[in-house]
């Protein structure tokens, strides 16, 4: 049959040509996602240049408007400073 050192060769190899290929599609994946969202970027960043600006109530909490305003601004993908809160209202 084979030998040890054989065995444990190829399990070796398979082993880290497995992980290669795995490295390598991901890097494929996040590149053609990249490119996705670029184009899906492009109009959206037109839409969202220009927010009304209006300042919140002042009876809001000041970090609740913060954490609120952040997040918006991570999901819509603009700076912090573009986006602007008119009302917080609990449903």
Same mark, same amino acid.
């Given at each position: 049959?084979?030998?040890?050192? @054989?065995?444990?060769? @190829? +399990?070796?190899?398979?082993?880290?040509?497995? =992980?290669?290929?795995?490295?390598? =599609?991901?890097? =494929?994946?996040?590149?053609?996602?990249? #490119?996705?969202?670029?184009? %899906?970027? /492009?109009?959206?960043?037109? !839409? *969202? *240049?220009?927010? !009304?600006? /209006?300042? #919140?109530?002042? $009876? $809001?909490?000041? $970090?609740?408007?913060?954490?609120?305003? #952040?997040?918006? %601004?991570?999901?819509? +993908?603009?700076? @912090?400073?573009?986006?602007?809160?008119?009302?917080?209202?609990? /449903?």
């Amino acid at each position: 049959m084979y030998s040890i050192p @054989f065995v444990c060769a @190829f +399990g070796i190899i398979t082993v880290f040509l497995s =992980l290669i290929t795995i490295v390598l =599609l991901a890097t =494929l994946m996040s590149t053609i996602v990249r #490119a996705m969202e670029k184009k %899906a970027d /492009v109009p959206a960043a037109t !839409a *969202a *240049a220009a927010p !009304a600006p /209006v300042t #919140a109530a002042p $009876q $809001q909490d000041p $970090q609740l408007m913060a954490a609120i305003t #952040a997040a918006i %601004a991570e999901d819509l +993908g603009v700076s @912090f400073s573009n986006v602007r809160i008119t009302a917080i209202k609990k /449903v």
